[in-house]
């Protein structure tokens, strides 16, 4: 490939509307083009390296005896109703009517497609387990898209799907794809990805994992531990109170506190901390406008996706309202009245605690002195609270939690039978009885992995794309194209190079050298040739690679030789 035929411009300025640098090198260096919020074209550049990652996925899938399939991006909205997530599912899935006034969806995942390609198939026992896979085109409807291909409305995903007769059977095949993953990003470049505990969220099942690349720009945060290995999303990761219960309870008292609203006010008020107070934090359920009044600790965060979770409902901020009974501001456990149907939740970080301040549900009046034991005996307590920097590790125990930043890259969900139940997939297993499947799940976003190598790989200049995905592995550079010996040896080197097999992109413009130098850099190839007047004089080529841990001069006759052994 000849760089003077490469469509795209490459750009000497940072765009200005991108926040992150794998999204400023994209669009700076022509590997995309922005058309429509959370949408983009891409150029050759992009398309080699995602080509590339397709290729590993689909060898690893095949080694875990993965068969591709392709499933329509267009679906039947009565497929979604089947499984019940037509109606559950929020704005993020694109709904339409067709010119035959049938409902139809575009598939931002395809559970169901791979459930109704399959069901008639799988109806013996001896047609499992057995796994289907496909890499294609997905439309999600994100709110908020962001950094370039990392948050994207259209996408390519790999997605795959098994189906098992036994929970054992599905584990045993969980962890063979989890190894498989590990495989996957390691051959493109991001062995630093870690397997993380995570939500299921909408996509069903108790178990899952998400595989995360460590960046301070990332927009998930992931609990580590410096102690052990637990890792696990913030959704996912139990928060552990260890605050001793006092020796002696405070009588509960009645206090007026005039203009006193908020949790830090409230404690500064009594002179003491927040971890010794009980807030309140009002929710409504979307489905009816419930309300949704969970106590915690006053120092902690509500994590909304186990309540949503523990509730099986979306949720939004309440407006308070006077109709509802709840005094904004004042609202507490003791003598708390709602008016109609109400849900009241307690986090487990106030169990067992006493002589703590809280609202006395009445104006500019707080309690000090509430002993959750006493005042509230019929509180059950359930985990609510996001966990904190320096909390307590689940596993093993000791308070070395820290909070990270990462980027998704990848997921596995042990998604049970929520699919092919309600879909009514059956198979007669071997005493002639009718059992339902068991199914897991596996993704991988191609475009967010390729955008995430490139944040985890570049410096100032441009990406440092790995050998195994970049573009071309080989940039020659014919500096002083003017001279006749620089072009013909740097011609003739450019056929010898495509005889060998090797993929390179000869750039011939007659440019200043800076320019080229600034595009190579941009293009990140990993391997650079020097073609120059003064180098044919010295009777060899340079040879730089793009991270800098290679800089040499090759003998021309030596030069093939040489570039195979560095490649």
């Known amino acids: 490939m000849k760089l003077e035929k490469l469509v795209g411009e490459r750009f000497k300025e940072r765009p200005a509307d991108c926040v992150i640098d794998s999204h400023a090198i994209m669009v700076k260096g022509g590997y995309i083009k922005y058309m429509a919020n959370g949408i983009y074209s891409s150029y050759l550049p992009l398309r080699r390296i995602v080509r590339k990652i397709e290729q590993i996925l689909r060898e690893e899938m095949d080694k875990i005896d993965g068969q591709e399939v392709q499933f329509p991006v267009v679906m039947p909205a009565s497929l979604w109703d089947e ?22 969806v575009l598939g ?28 294609q085109t997905k439309f999600r409807d994100e709110a908020r898209p962001r950094a370039g291909l990392i948050r994207v409305r259209e996408f390519t995903m790999k997605d795959a799907y098994s189906f098992h007769t036994s929970q054992e059977d599905l584990e045993q095949y969980y962890e063979k794809c989890h190894a498989a993953y590990e495989r996957i990003f ?45 890792r696990a999303n913030m959704e996912a990761a139990e928060n552990i109170s260890d605050i001793a219960r006092d020796a002696e309870s405070a009588a509960l008292e009645k206090v007026y506190t005039p203009n006193v609203h908020t949790i830090e006010d409230v404690c500064n008020f009594f002179g003491d901390e927040t971890k010794n107070s009980c807030k309140a934090v009002v929710y409504q359920q979307n489905v009816d406008d419930k309300y949704v009044v969970l ?5 902690l965060e509500v994590n909304e996706t186990k309540l949503v979770n523990f509730l099986g409902e979306q949720v939004h901020a309440a407006v308070i309202t006077e109709e509802c009974g709840l005094n904004a501001g004042y609202i507490g456990p ?39 034991e006493r005042d509230v005996p019929n509180a059950e307590y359930h985990d609510f609270a996001k966990i904190q920097e320096g909390g307590i590790c689940p596993k093993c125990g000791k308070k070395t939690v820290k909070i990270s930043r990462g980027i998704e890259v990848g997921n596995i969900f042990q998604l049970g039978t929520k699919y092919t139940k309600s879909m009514n997939m059956t ?6 009885e009718s059992k339902t499947p068991i199914m897991g799940c596996y993704g991988i976003g191609v475009g967010r992995l390729a955008a995430s190598v490139c944040e985890a790989h570049h410096d100032e200049y441009g990406p440092i794309w790995p050998k195994a995905i970049a573009p071309w592995q080989v940039h020659l550079c014919a500096v002083r ?53 003064k180098n044919m004089k010295q009777g060899v080529v340079e040879v730089a690679s793009r991270d800098k841990t290679l800089k040499t001069q090759i003998p021309l006759e030596n030069v093939m030789e040489e570039i195979k052994q560095y490649l």
């Open 186 to 230: 390691e051959r493109v470049g991001v062995p630093e990805v870690v397997s993380v505990k995570s939500d299921s969220g909408m996509m069903g099942g108790n178990i899952s994992h998400e595989f995360m690349l460590l960046t301070p720009v990332g927009e998930d945060s992931i609990v580590l531990c410096d102690s052990c290995d637990y």
């Open 108 to 135: 931002m995942t395809h559970e169901e497609a791979a459930v109704h390609l399959v069901r008639e198939y799988a109806q013996s026992y001896t047609k499992y387990p057995f796994m289907i896979y496909q890499i």
């Open 334 to 372: 003791v003598n708390l009245k709602v008016n109609g149907d109400a849900v009241v939740l307690y986090d487990k970080s106030l169990e067992g605690r006493n002589n703590l301040s809280c609202g006395a549900n009445e104006a500019e009046h707080h309690y000090k002195g509430l002993d959750m």
């Open 427 to 432: 198979y007669v297993d071997a005493n002639g």
């Open 481 to 533: 194209v003017d001279d006749e010996e620089v072009r013909a040896y740097a011609d003739k080197l450019y056929e010898d190079l495509q005889n060998a097999g090797i993929e390179v992109i000869y750039d011939d413009r007659s440019v200043r050298a800076g320019v080229m130098f600034a595009d190579a850099d941009l293009l990140g190839i990993p391997l650079r040739i020097i073609v120059s007047p």
């Open 83 to 104: 499984s019940g997530r037509y109606d559950s599912i929020g704005d993020e899935l694109l709904r339409f009517t067709d010119r035959n006034n049938a409902k139809m």
């Open 295 to 299: 106590f915690i600790r006053g120092d």
